[in-house]
């Protein structure tokens, strides 16, 4: 089986205080030189069959309909391997 990764990210212009909180954080904790944070998500797909690109097409769909708010977040689709 093979393994299709799937990245959502908020757009760059869109407010992300969960990732200002965790920046905010940061220093306190010892870490220091963080210019910024952005939270996401990451969804791991095991997909029966070969990832061809009908099989592709249909994870794009699948993340533009499903896994993502396309009007507030980006995502990418990859083959990991």
């Not at 869109?14 to 998500?41: H, N, S, T, W, Y």
Request: no cysteine; aromatic share 4%; charged share 30%.
């Amino acid at each position: 089986m093979a393994r299709v990764v799937v990245d959502v990210m908020l757009k760059p212009e869109i407010l992300d205080p969960q990732g200002q909180a965790v920046q905010r954080a940061l220093p306190r904790l010892g870490f220091e030189g963080i210019a910024d944070v952005r939270q996401g998500k990451r969804f791991e797909l095991e997909v029966e069959g070969p990832v061809d690109e009908a099989a592709l097409a249909r994870i794009h769909e699948m993340a533009e309909t499903f896994l993502a708010n396309t009007v507030i977040e980006n995502f990418t689709v990859r083959v990991d391997s």
